[in-house]
């Protein structure tokens, strides 16, 4: 079966670093992204990748691995704003998209 | 950027009722998606579309219905709501030709008594 692991809950520290982690396992592979979820809103998207390496976008990073099938989300200088649910997804050989349960990241003054 | 707009909002209705969950696009994107989600939860795919005409359900059809007789609507219906369809549905749309990111309504919040 096809499956995406994500940690359920990280707390971190205002101003810190977070780095969450996602690995994967599908039926081929055709691209990672991140959404980030605020409670009771939509999705919105973060990042893509489907060429091994990290791709930056201001406070936000992600890497991917392919041959391992893992990616991270690294967020840095973190907001009180960033607490939210961070969905990992995958799109399959099929091009359908395999999402993770999220993980919900607390920051703490 | 797609504009996804979703009615209504917030929804209480009681068991047997059919109901129709409304989701329109305003920039012409082919690919539209209904999710639902419970609260902490993955989003599981109901049914989606590629276009007009074209409608295909997702790992979780849960006793819906779709049509996509223009581009920009895509609407869900239930045509009898039970307790267990109480959840948020979320509708997407993406663009063909890009990295498939997916743009998001706010969402309908269905309860079912």
């Known amino acids: 079966g096809q499956n995406i692991d994500q940690p359920t809950e990280m707390t971190a520290t205002e101003g810190a670093i977070v780095q969450i982690n996602c690995t994967y396992q599908t039926s081929g592979f055709n691209g990672l992204f991140w959404y980030q979820q605020h409670a009771g809103e939509a999705p919105t998207f973060l990042s893509y990748?489907?060429l091994d390496g990290l791709e930056e976008k201001g406070r936000f990073s992600s890497f991917l691995s392919r041959s391992k099938g893992y990616s991270y989300l690294l967020l840095k200088e973190l907001q009180m704003k960033d607490s939210a649910s961070y969905l990992c997804a995958v799109t399959d050989s099929n091009y359908q998209l395999i999402w993770g349960a999220g993980t919900k990241l607390i920051i703490k003054p | 950027e797609a504009d996804i707009y979703q009615t209504p909002r917030y929804l209480v209705i009681g068991t047997g009722k059919k109901i129709t969950l409304e989701c329109s696009q305003t920039?012409?994107?082919?690919?539209m998606y209904w999710y639902q989600q419970d609260p902490g939860m993955e989003l599981h795919l109901i049914h989606y579309s590629y276009g007009v005409n074209s409608t295909e359900k997702g790992d979780l059809s849960s006793e819906s219905t779709v049509s996509r007789i223009r581009t920009e609507h895509f609407p869900l219906t239930l045509e009898s709501a039970r307790p267990s369809h109480t959840s948020q549905y979320l509708c997407?749309?993406?663009?063909?030709?890009?990295?498939?990111?997916?743009?998001f309504g706010e969402g309908s919040r269905l309860t079912v008594l």
């Open positions: 997407a749309a993406s663009g063909q030709g890009d990295t498939g990111e997916l743009f």
């Open positions: 920039m012409g994107h082919d690919k």
């Open positions: 990748n489907v």
